[in-house]
């Protein structure tokens, strides 16, 4: 078993930045990709970036590219989401999600686990 724990969200205006994190517990001595996926109201759950295992790779949405940046802490066993120059449409509850493997991956059936999320609003 796994837990991931969120934190980071808030509120900022538009043109700001955040940073959020994730801490995984648990079953974290096997390879795992970390991904941020986003769910805004009324809309389906999005994927926003993933990193894998030996963060050799790292994938961004269109939406977020050049504006956010994935990066991961093997010894804390945490994934941060560096947010910047952030627009209204990024409002949304952020989750985070592991999957054990080697890989990155980027549609979110293929993770085994995920955390509770963090709201991030951001104001015009």
């Known amino acids: 078993q796994v837990q991931l724990v969120e934190s980071g969200g808030g509120l900022v205006q538009a043109g700001g930045s955040l940073r959020l994190s994730c801490a995984a517990s648990?079953?974290?001595?096997?390879?795992?990709?970390m991904g941020w996926f986003r769910q805004a109201p009324g809309k389906e759950r999005e994927f926003v970036s993933t990193?894998?295992?030996?963060?050799?790779?790292?994938y961004y949405a269109d939406s977020v590219k050049g504006r956010v940046t994935i990066s991961r802490d093997m010894a804390k066993n945490t994934v941060t989401l560096q947010m910047n120059s952030l627009k209204p449409e990024d409002t949304a509850v952020y989750y985070c999600?592991?999957?054990?493997?080697?890989?990155?991956?980027?549609?979110?059936?293929?993770?085994?686990?995920w955390g509770q999320g963090t709201q991030v609003t951001v104001s015009s």
């Open positions: 999600a592991l999957k054990y493997g080697t890989g990155a991956y980027v549609l979110a059936q293929h993770y085994n686990y």
């Open positions: 648990g079953r974290t001595f096997t390879p795992y990709a």
């Open positions: 990193i894998n295992w030996s963060a050799s790779s790292t």
